[in-house]
């Protein structure tokens, strides 16, 4: 007896199923879903792989269906963890292949990109990544499997629109997780520039310098026309403090590697100090990175010409170092003057000599410190002309001109006609030819002031 009815039994299971797989066939899929959950309570139904292979099949058709998948939400979840279940019970997929039960991973991924799509264009972008996740999952598997005649290893647009509703929803890993498998394939064209931009800035901000370079490598590789320096000049600046972009700089400029542009904005870094910076150097230091900064405008200038930017930023550094030297003689002036306003008359010579005598010693040291300015201050004045006169030299000729050159043309126009202000009168009365030579060029840049200043 219990032999019989271990037979009936299994009559039972198995004509289950065949409602089940009736049903489906005929199309009847709330039918079909009405016997397979009826199994759902059964341990041993639950226990066969096909029980699973038909769930997620039927689960799936009623994903497919937009008045079934309204009636029964959810019914990608189900027909999702269904079909992985049953991948896991018979791996060489033999229940499947017999009963086209890879149709469920066809339905959920065309229906999953049908609502990304519709989704992504309503901006709802949750949403929209929620069904791309979906098209692009089973894509892969449809794929793998061969299931169909696809020749592409991976749906490109599926992973670049998940990619999308990624960022679009502020979601930067599982944008950057979809983006870089776009771009670790080295998906080419110009429309896709913008996925490389953002792996790399993402990293940047992350300040993953392993993932920065890795990808910075292969944006040049596969866009070799764009100017990708811009994008690790911002991770330096992000990941690096001062020491370390120091020595990138040091160690880069030793082995010849830098190029005009990377040199400009090293400068820019060394001059414009961030304030975290300036409040653990003293001025020394400051002027020390001042002077590591010019340098590199003068390197940019040297591999282009054509970079008039980096001459005059040379040539104000050098013009604030006179400005500088020139503010301390004028407080040495101030102090010789406010020395001489307490001398009083003396008509006596003993007196008179031994007044001079005390002066002297109070005037002496101001005047040596005032003749040792002399030197370093005519050198800094000869290098500032030389500096802004090769950014006035690129910039008189170039049309048009951007703000920024627009500005720099002006200025240097009036920084150089200040400085052959200076050195004419440290000539005059001395040497008439010097003096009238350095008043000419005075007299052509300051007349040029009005002109360029109208350009603008």
Same mark, same amino acid.
């Given at each position: 007896m219990l032999v019989a009815f271990a037979g009936i039994s299994f009559l039972v299971k198995a004509q289950d199923f065949k409602k089940v797989q009736t049903a489906s066939l005929l199309g009847q899929v709330e039918m079909a879903k009405t016997e397979i959950d009826k199994l759902e309570s059964d341990s041993k139904s639950l226990a066969k792989a096909e029980f699973w292979m038909w769930k997620s099949k039927i689960y799936a058709s009623l994903y497919k269906d937009e008045k079934f998948r309204v009636k029964y939400p959810g019914s990608e979840v189900s027909a999702n963890a269904a079909f992985k279940k049953y991948v896991s019970m018979d791996t060489s997929m033999k229940i499947m292949k017999e009963n086209n039960g890879h149709d469920a991973a066809f339905d959920i991924y065309t229906t999953s990109f049908n609502l990304g799509i519709k989704t992504f264009n309503q901006k709802k972008w949750d949403s929209a990544l929620y069904y791309f996740k979906y098209s692009v999952e089973y894509y892969d598997i449809i794929y793998q499997n061969k299931w169909s005649s696809l020749t592409m290893p991976f749906d490109t647009t599926s992973i670049l629109y998940a990619g999308y509703s990624a960022q679009n929803g502020m979601k930067i890993n599982e944008a950057i997780q979809f983006y870089t498998r776009l771009v670790d394939h080295h998906v080419a064209g110009d429309a896709n520039l913008d996925f490389y931009r953002y792996i790399?800035?993402? !990293?940047?901000?992350?300040?993953?310098? +392993?993932?920065? =370079?890795?990808?910075?490598?292969?944006?040049?590789?596969?866009?070799? *026309? &764009?100017?990708?320096?811009?994008?690790?000049?911002?991770?330096?600046?992000?990941?690096?403090?001062?020491?370390?972009?120091?020595?990138?700089?040091?160690?880069? !400029?030793?082995?010849?590697?830098?190029? +005009?542009?990377? =040199?400009?904005?090293?400068?820019?870094?060394?001059?414009?100090?961030? *304030? &975290?910076?300036?409040?653990?150097?003293?001025?020394?230091?400051?002027?020390?990175?001042?002077?590591?900064?010019?340098?590199?405008?003068?390197?940019?200038?040297?591999?282009?010409?054509?970079?008039?930017? +980096?001459?005059?930023?040379?040539?104000?550094?050098h013009y604030n170092d006179f400005n500088t030297y020139d503010d301390r003689v004028r407080v040495l002036i101030r102090n010789l003057q406010d020395i001489n306003s307490q001398k009083t008359v003396e008509k006596d010579p003993k007196k008179k000599a031994a007044q001079d005598a005390k002066f002297k010693l109070l005037t002496d040291p101001i005047k040596a410190s005032m003749a040792s300015y002399e030197v370093p201050m005519l050198a800094a004045v000869d290098s500032a002309i030389n500096w802004l006169d090769k950014a006035f030299t690129v910039l008189k000729d170039k049309h048009p001109r951007d703000k920024f050159e627009k500005s720099s043309y002006v200025k240097s126009i009036d920084f150089l006609a200040n400085l052959y202000a200076y050195k004419r009168d440290k000539v005059r009365g001395k040497d008439a030819k010097a003096f009238d030579a350095l008043d000419a060029k005075f007299k052509y840049y300051d007349n040029l002031h009005d002109s360029a200043e109208n350009e603008k």
């Open positions: 790399l800035i993402a !990293n940047s901000d992350k300040k993953d310098s +392993a993932n920065f =370079y890795k990808y910075y490598a292969i944006s040049e590789k596969t866009f070799p *026309k &764009e100017n990708w320096y811009e994008y690790e000049i911002d991770f330096i600046r992000k990941y690096y403090d001062l020491a370390g972009k120091t020595a990138f700089y040091e160690r880069e !400029n030793a082995a010849g590697t830098l190029t +005009a542009t990377k =040199y400009l904005h090293f400068g820019d870094m060394f001059v414009n100090l961030t *304030k &975290e910076d300036k409040e653990n150097l003293d001025s020394a230091k400051i002027s020390a990175y001042q002077a590591k900064g010019r340098d590199a405008f003068k390197k940019a200038f040297q591999l282009d010409p054509t970079n008039s930017i +980096a001459a005059f930023n040379a040539g104000v550094i």
